[in-house]
């Protein structure tokens, strides 16, 4: 196995392994290197369904998105071939998906792992980002960071749809449902390195004890600084790479495309632990 850093914080290319027949030896020499880098590439894998969510189940229990599925299909093309229509609610989530944020945070339990398998992809665009929020916070300045040491922001699908001029019906969507929005600290350790991060990105609003608009004048400055070279790795994708990355320490994105062009990622989402992803309670 080679491992090569990306010019980058974060992010790296690993080389001679083969995800679809991974041994366990193998796979501690993955799961270290993860936690260095946080984002890890694995090119031309064509890595089956099954193997995939088996990848997933390596770093922890699957959070199931919908149905009893462990495994979700992201893309604008529908089960017959022909392309979403640029209104529908599913478009205006993947849309969404092109604002920076971090899986599940509007959900009880924040995501702990994310993998990402290409099928199909554009001719050109459609490239998702990664950025490093161990490094967003080491760059701030220490008045900053003690500023937003003890505050925290609630996280809400509905919020971030909204400032897309989408009006997410409940129940249309993963993570649209009758819950209440979770209170999550700006500024998280991370449970295994023991990093300091932030934890902001699109789905974040409402800092109690600041008036709206200075919430939103404070995340949109956090966001702004935190998402800059050289702590913003990108890719291109090509069908069969494969990319897993640790939602409780980077934000990402997706990159628009010609959406008459069909993008097919396959999902597979891993459920963070209670102890270390729920929000704040009281």
């Given at each position: 196995?080679?491992?090569e850093?990306?010019?980058?914080?974060?992010?790296?290319?690993?080389?001679?392994?083969?995800?679809?027949?991974?041994d366990?030896?193998?796979?501690r020499?993955?799961?270290?290197?993860w936690?260095?880098?946080?984002?890890?590439i694995?090119?031309?894998?064509?890595?089956?369904?099954?193997?995939?969510i088996?990848?997933g189940?390596?770093?922890?229990?699957?959070?199931?998105?919908?149905?009893?599925?462990?495994?979700?299909t992201l893309?604008?093309?529908?089960?017959d071939?022909?392309?979403l229509?640029a209104?529908s609610?599913?478009f205006?989530?993947?849309?969404?998906?092109?604002?920076?944020h971090?899986d599940?945070?509007y959900?009880p339990?924040s995501a702990?792992?994310?993998?990402?398998?290409?099928d199909?992809?554009?001719d050109?665009?459609?490239?998702?980002?990664?950025a490093d929020?161990?490094a967003?916070?080491?760059?701030?300045?220490?008045?900053?960071?003690r500023?937003?040491?003890?505050l925290?922001?609630y996280?809400?699908?509905?919020?971030?749809?909204?400032?897309?001029g989408?009006?997410?019906?409940?129940?249309s969507?993963?993570g649209?449902?009758?819950?209440?929005?979770p209170?999550?600290?700006l500024?998280k350790?991370?449970?295994v390195?023991?990093?300091?991060c932030l934890?902001i990105?699109?789905?974040?609003?409402g800092i109690?004890?600041?008036?709206?608009?200075?919430?939103?004048t404070l995340?949109a400055?956090?966001?702004?600084a935190?998402?800059?070279?050289?702590?913003?790795?990108v890719?291109?994708w090509?069908?069969?790479?494969?990319v897993?990355?640790?939602?409780?320490?980077?934000?990402?994105?997706?990159?628009p495309?010609?959406?008459?062009?069909?993008r097919?990622?396959?999902?597979?989402?891993v459920?963070?632990?209670?102890?270390?992803e729920?929000g704040?309670?009281?």
């Amino acid at each position: 196995m080679q491992i090569e850093a990306c010019e980058a914080s974060l992010g790296a290319v690993v080389s001679g392994v083969d995800l679809n027949h991974l041994d366990n030896s193998t796979w501690r020499d993955v799961e270290t290197a993860w936690y260095e880098f946080a984002v890890l590439i694995f090119p031309g894998q064509n890595i089956s369904p099954a193997q995939h969510i088996a990848l997933g189940e390596r770093i922890g229990p699957i959070e199931v998105l919908a149905g009893d599925h462990k495994s979700v299909t992201l893309s604008n093309q529908r089960a017959d071939g022909s392309i979403l229509d640029a209104s529908s609610n599913h478009f205006q989530i993947l849309r969404g998906n092109e604002g920076w944020h971090t899986d599940s945070s509007y959900m009880p339990v924040s995501a702990r792992a994310s993998i990402l398998a290409a099928d199909v992809v554009p001719d050109a665009g459609g490239e998702t980002e990664w950025a490093d929020m161990r490094a967003a916070y080491d760059s701030l300045d220490d008045d900053l960071q003690r500023r937003i040491a003890s505050l925290a922001a609630y996280h809400s699908l509905y919020h971030s749809q909204a400032k897309i001029g989408h009006a997410a019906p409940t129940g249309s969507n993963y993570g649209l449902g009758d819950q209440p929005p979770p209170l999550r600290p700006l500024v998280k350790e991370h449970p295994v390195t023991g990093r300091v991060c932030l934890f902001i990105g699109r789905h974040a609003y409402g800092i109690p004890g600041l008036s709206e608009q200075a919430s939103e004048t404070l995340l949109a400055t956090l966001l702004e600084a935190a998402c800059q070279a050289p702590r913003v790795l990108v890719h291109r994708w090509q069908a069969g790479d494969v990319v897993m990355w640790d939602n409780r320490c980077v934000l990402h994105r997706a990159r628009p495309y010609d959406y008459t062009q069909a993008r097919v990622l396959r999902h597979v989402r891993v459920s963070g632990d209670a102890r270390t992803e729920a929000g704040i309670v009281g």
